[in-house]
């Protein structure tokens, strides 16, 4: 079984910076793609950045310039760096990683999600 804890978010004035992290832990034998995304209230969820396990990222338009998306392997975390935050980045951040993980009886590679961590940011 594989777990994901993210971490970070918070309560953040305009211009400020936050940096989100989404552990994994379990039986993982490799994290592969990994994504960041967000959803506001009243809208609907929406990829921010991505990371792929070669490390080629790529950004929303509306964060390019201002988050960074990162990946320890070794500690099987992953990394979203967010500079010069505005209200319109409030929203529940969600970490999503594909991960294999190998049983006796197999191999396995889905999609986790993290369960979410809120980022306000306020004017």
């Known amino acids: 079984q594989v777990q994901l804890v993210e971490s970070g978010g918070g309560l953040v004035q305009a211009g400020g910076s936050l940096t989100l992290s989404c552990a994994a832990s379990?039986?993982?034998?490799?994290?592969?793609?990994v994504a960041w995304y967000r959803q506001a209230p009243g809208k609907q969820r929406e990829v921010v950045a991505a990371?792929?396990?070669?490390?080629?990222?790529n950004y929303a338009d509306s964060v390019k310039g201002r988050f960074t998306i990162s990946r320890d392997n070794a500690k099987n975390t992953v990394y979203l760096q967010m500079n010069s935050l505005n209200v319109e980045d409030t929203a529940v951040y969600y970490c999503r990683l594909d991960i294999t993980t190998v049983f006796p009886t197999g191999v396995l590679k889905r999609d986790y999600w993290g369960k979410g961590t809120l980022v306000t940011v306020s004017s």
């Open positions: 990371i792929t396990s070669g490390g080629v990222t």
């Open positions: 379990g039986s993982i034998f490799s994290i592969n793609a």
